[in-house]
T-cell receptor, first 112, second 107 residues
Framework: DVKVTQSSRYLVKRTGEKVFLECVQD?????MFWYRQDPGLGLRLIYF???????EKGDIPEGYSVSREKKERFSLILESASTNQTSMYLC???????????FGQGTRLTVV | AQRVTQPEKLLSVFKGAPVELKCNYS??????LFWYVQYSRQRLQLLLR??SRESIKGFTADLNKGETSFHLKKPFAQEEDSAMYYC?????????FGKGNQVVVIP
């Protein structure tokens, strides 16, 4: 009963490439989030969205953009991938107040 | 701005010993606080939330608004508690996490 699905488990991209990370949830949640997870740095919020076509910057939005054209899908875009964007990327979704966030399995992105 | 601070990165405890993971937060509004756990090779998942005031897998956490803390406690650690633990705060639709604690339970 997978609820949040990320399109790729592993990705290897070249410096300068445009990279798309896709996330789909099947719980009709309003809120969706993108994080990167790095050892010693925890989960850092990149962008989040609280409704279709709505987006807000998180703590580290530089070098990233997002798209939310449909409620169930939230895409993270690396406009021009760089080696310092090598990381584990996690997508999550949640409903209203005090509700649980559900996470995807993560995408391990390596930029070479 | 909201911030979550987890001071220790690695915590090693013997089986049967108490575990306490500290979490402090800063937020101007009324916070929603959570603890999430990530076991090896598994997804991040909810452990407990402050609104529920319940014990999950023997863990409890009490929100102390005066000290802006939400520490996680378990009186007797088990080997299956070895995992990464994250404190999280939700406010203004944003869900922010601390840096996490790696807990290793020694048999």
């Amino acid at each position: 009963d997978v609820k949040v699905t990320q399109s790729s488990r592993y990705l290897v991209k070249r410096t300068g490439e445009k990279v798309f990370l896709e996330c789909v949830q099947d719980m009709d949640h309003e809120n969706m989030f993108w994080y990167r997870q790095d050892p010693g740095l925890g989960l850092r919020l990149i962008y989040f969205s609280y409704d279709v076509k709505m987006k807000e910057k998180g703590d580290i939005p530089e070098g990233y953009s997002v798209s939310r054209e449909k409620k169930e899908r939230f895409s993270l875009i690396l406009e021009s991938a760089s080696t310092n964007q090598t990381s584990m990327y996690l997508c999550a979704s949640s409903g209203g107040l005090n509700t649980e966030a559900f996470f995807g399995q993560g995408t391990r992105l390596t930029v070479v | 701005a909201q911030r979550v601070t987890q001071p220790e990165k690695l915590l090693s405890v013997f089986k049967g010993a108490p575990v306490e993971l500290k979490c402090n937060y800063s937020y101007s509004g009324s916070p929603e606080l959570f603890w999430y756990v990530q076991y090896s090779r598994q997804r991040l998942q909810l452990l407990l939330r402050h609104i529920s005031r319940e014990s999950i897998k023997g863990f409890t956490a009490d929100l102390n608004k005066g000290e802006t803390s939400f520490h996680l406690k378990k009186p007797f650690a088990q080997e299956e508690d070895s995992a990464m633990y994250y404190c999280a705060l939700r406010g203004n639709n944003r869900l922010a996490f601390g840096k996490g604690n790696q807990v290793v339970v020694i048999p």
